[in-house]
């Protein structure tokens, strides 16, 4: 009897775990691979409601890593997504349609910033730009999708404003004092001028 | 009986829609789209739609020239950029000239309107549906708010900036944050009127 009773807790031992573990996983593997909502989400979405297939760019995480490292932070987090020869419905996409799909599947946190539409004219399959922002911290995500034509891309990335606009600034310094010790040489400097600013026109 | 609740419904529907247009610049927050805009959109060859809240405006205006920041002019206009509430930019331009009607456009001022609004530019053209309308939010002498509807043959532009605006500034609005240029400077001379 007791042999018995020893048997059933081993089991149970077991069991409980392995139960736990089960219920667990997916919701684990759902949560790591994002495809609750944002950038896989969004891919997956287009990929099954107008039957394409995207290019995902090979070692994007390397990239990924060296822009990270590059911008100290500025920039992390990249993914990126193409559709190449993408024909929507066969003739395009219906604009409405397809900013409904990304705005169902980009997920909780995103706001949309930007949308621009222009209507197809002759073949073409017409232009859709979306751009959504979410807070991550001292980040802000960014998540871009671009339809131009036959070609649809999809980006997301995580940004650190004020360390990106440190190291543009960083970088224009150097290229303005290499500009300056040039034209003290005699030879004519551009003084900067073509530095617009970042903000300007979405 | 059934006739008497279906009344009732329909004035409370009614009293529900007339309060949130009517709210829809009296609060600090952005608005949800008019209707109108929606079917602009499907006679629309080209749409922008631009909605920055406070936080996003916060954002964006870090990508501003750094550079310029020694700029005194500049810098202030960052400043006021971080202090605004919201921006909310609709720019329409459509193939064939008129494509929105008196009546849409009628429906769009009244949407935006609301009491703490005054209006400051009402220019029409005769004949057609053209014309600019220029308000603003006056709280305590200070223009918390600015909204310009300008109607043109092929193009049709509507922006809405919430929160302290200097005048003198608008203008260097422009060519930001989906904001015309050309509707940010005659925003600015008849506001600095």
New interface residues.
Partial sequence: MKQTETKATAWSMVLVPLGIAAVMTPAIMLAASGSGQGFDSVVNSIESRYHAHATKIPFMWLVSGIAGVATHGGVRGLHVAEFDDFKGDGDGVDGAEFNALIEKHVGSGWQRMVRETTRKTGGGGGEQSLIYVRAEGSHVGMLVVDLDGHELDVVQMSMNPDQLMHEVSKHRHHHDKSDDSSSSDGSDSSNGSDNKAAGESE | MMKRSGVWASLLALGIATGAAGIALGQDSLPEPSPIE?TL??R??????????K??LA??????????DDDKDDKAVKDMIRNLKGVYVREYEFDKEHSYTGAELEGLRKYFESADWSPMVHERTKGVAEGTDVYVKLVNGQMQGLFVLDAEAKELSLVLILGPIDVDKIGKLG????IPKDVAKRAQKEAGK
């Fill in positions: 929606k959109a499907e629309a060859t080209h749409v922008t739609e631009v909605t920055l809240d936080n996003m954002f964006a205006s870090k990508f501003m020239d750094a550079d310029k060519g930001n944050f989906g």
